[in-house]
């Protein structure tokens, strides 16, 4: 019963960092954005997170599982870490519409999603392995976040040039 009470919280503690999506969500400015051509169609990115959530959590639950909060305390402090980030991209690029700050986070996240599979690893190979298309997806995501920045100078504050007098 416990191990399903704790595998419930890390669904919990992953579809939390999901709610910035809600509070922040795309919205006018997003869609006035010049973009590549591949980036993938809105509709793709609901179900893509969702799946890629449940992988976490299911991650994060089996390392729980097998070495607790004792022995894998860094693996999990770190895979804190790397929700946390996930939960500040979209305030930042959305909230703030600082795709700068946003091509920022998803690097720390994408570094922070490397060390938890490192982490996890010789705890749980499953549980790495669970993680690797979340850090194939967050590389992903790195990519078109670096292209919206370039693509779109003027919201982009650190390519802004010091105004002519």
Request: aromatic share 16%.
């Amino acid at each position: 019963m416990v191990s399903i009470v704790a595998l419930a919280g890390f669904v919990a503690a992953c579809f939390l960092a999901a709610l910035t999506g809600v509070r922040f969500p795309p919205g006018p400015w997003y869609e006035r954005l010049n973009k590549p051509a591949w980036r993938p169609p809105n509709w793709l990115f609901a179900p893509v997170w969702t799946v890629l959530y449940v992988m976490m959590a299911v991650a994060g639950w089996l390392v729980w599982r097998q070495a607790g909060f004792a022995g894998a305390g860094v693996a999990l402090i770190v895979y804190a870490l790397q929700l946390i980030l996930n939960a500040a991209w979209t305030p930042l690029f959305f909230g703030l519409r600082r795709p700068d700050l946003g091509l920022v986070d998803i690097v720390l996240l994408w570094l922070s999603i490397v060390a938890a599979i490192a982490l996890f690893f010789p705890i749980s190979v499953v549980a790495a392995l669970l993680l690797v298309p979340y850090l194939a997806w967050v590389a992903f995501a790195g990519a078109l976040n670096f292209a919206l920045w370039r693509l779109n100078p003027a919201v982009a504050p650190l390519t802004k040039t010091a105004p002519r007098r």
